[in-house]
């Protein structure tokens, strides 16, 4: 048995209920099989992939809060810490009832890899909590944040641990966390990032995912011969990645006919109209079937479905493995020539398998979706330098990441004999400069 069978074995047999952490690590692990193979006697000696897939500390606990009717509820908080090599630990802080260890711990993993791509310092971690905002009042949620700060506070900093934004964690809950961090701490530090531009944020932060998905799948398309302009794009997803995915896609060009949330999905033949889809979704916080009430081009469907429809380009953005076998047969059959996943992990192992080996292009999230954390990185730049710089900054020095990110991968996946194999390449990239630095550091 070799090194990385040894390693994934004693995963199973250790985190066996924890399926989203297994699936993220099997994934990376075994695209990375020609890597290890080269330096394998040093990787075992140091027990680097042991080292690599065990986070340096997991947080837990509870949050207790208020509701409106005066009755005490209680939440569970998570910040895991995986890996600060090159840079703090950076990674979202995600508000949803499905929130638990495996899924915060593959989040974080992921994010190790994720944020080594970008080029920039930072390292990986995550956190959330199984706390619902949805149907929650501004009070509520106000409790919510106040009292998971007062115990998260402890762990995070500015030079230690950055955390941002997710699911079900918007400006909003970004600044209810910021101010009660200032209050504890009386200390005013870029100690979180998707803050608003009025205290300490950066201007484009908001659109970066969706922007980000868009610049790596438009550099993806041009160096595979094709352009980006003209083509039928299908989006999951209504949040803040997907609406900024449409919104560039249009711009650049591209036809969007689908959007969906976590009850139904929307089919519109004219394309989407994305100042309706902002006004349901992030004034009235509205259901997605609202969007098809209003439009009448656009048909509304419960459940899933996005993937039945034809199209050139697929950008799952909404949540983990929403994007099964099926749907891969439906979008092979339909002639999709490419699929880049805005959110992260939105693409079952078997149904990733199955796209490339029928010629999709397949760019995976922790390359595609790392233009958020890139810009939050920016955000953290502009903090210390106690600097504010012009949206179009940004948004250059974010294009300029996103292009850098796919000629990393793309050349990393030639060199070990896998072209086109975006999966392998981005796993490959990521894992040599956080390997390196793991090495050079020592046994910590």
């Known amino acids: 048995m070799d090194y990385i069978d040894e390693v994934l074995a004693e995963l199973k047999e250790k985190y066996a209920d924890q399926t989203e952490f297994l699936q993220a690590t099997q994934e990376v692990l075994e695209s990375l099989r020609g890597v290890i193979a080269e330096k ?15 986070p340096d500390r997991q947080i837990l606990f509870r949050i207790p809060w208020v509701d409106d009717k005066g009755n005490a509820k209680v939440n569970r908080g998570y910040r895991v810490q995986f890996n600060n090599a090159i840079g703090p630990y950076k990674g979202g802080l995600r508000l949803h009832p499905s929130v638990n260890l495996s899924i915060i711990k593959f989040l974080g993993f992921e994010q190790i890899f994720k944020n080594s791509l970008t080029g920039l310092p930072i390292g990986g971690g995550k956190g959330g909590s199984d706390f619902d905002p949805k149907g929650k009042s501004d009070r509520e949620i106000l409790a919510f944040c106040q009292s998971f700060m007062t115990e998260l506070y402890k762990h995070i900093g500015a030079d230690t641990d950055v955390p941002a934004g997710d699911i079900g964690t918007g400006a909003r809950e970004i600044g209810y966390l910021f101010g ?25 932060r ?24 003209g083509k039928t794009v299908c989006v999951s997803g209504s949040g803040n990645v997907a609406t900024y995915a449409i919104q560039k896609a249009q711009q650049l060009g591209a036809k969007v006919v689908t959007a969906s949330d976590s009850t139904g999905w929307v089919y519109d033949s004219e394309g989407i109209d994305i100042d309706l889809l902002k006004q349901i979704k992030e004034v ?20 899933r479905g996005v993937w039945q429809i034809k199209c050139d380009v697929a950008l799952p953005c909404a949540t983990q493995n929403e994007l099964c076998i099926e749907d891969a047969q439906l979008l092979v059959k339909n002639g999709c020539i490419a699929v880049a996943e805005g959110a992260n992990m939105p693409t079952t192992l078997e149904a990733t398998k199955y796209l490339q080996q029928n010629g999709i292009l397949f760019a995976p999230g922790k390359a595609a979706n790392a233009g958020g954390v890139a810009t939050s990185a920016l955000e953290m730049s502009q903090n210390s330098e106690r600097l504010n710089w012009s949206f ?33 390449g981005a796993n490959i990239a990521g894992f040599d400069k956080v390997a ?8 910590v």
């Open 40 to 54: 394998e006697d040093v990787y075992r000696h140091e027990a680097l992939l042991e080292r690599l897939v065990e």
């Open 180 to 204: 009660q961090y200032k209050r504890i701490r009386n200390i005013y530090e870029g100690v979180l990032t998707g803050k608003g531009v009025t205290y300490g944020g950066s201007l484009a």
């Open 206 to 229: 908001t659109e970066a995912t969706g922007y980000g998905l868009l610049y790596l799948t438009q550099e993806m398309l041009r160096c595979n011969g094709y352009a980006l302009e």
């Open 284 to 303: 009235k916080r509205a259901r997605i079937s609202e969007y098809a009430k209003a439009r009448p081009s656009a048909e509304y469907h419960e459940g």
């Open 392 to 424: 179009d900054e940004v948004d250059n020095k974010l294009k300029g990441i996103m292009i850098s990110i796919f000629h990393n991968m793309e050349s990393a996946a030639k060199r070990y004999g896998q072209e086109k194999n975006y999966v392998a």
């Open 436 to 443: 390196n630095a793991m090495l050079a550091q020592g046994i």
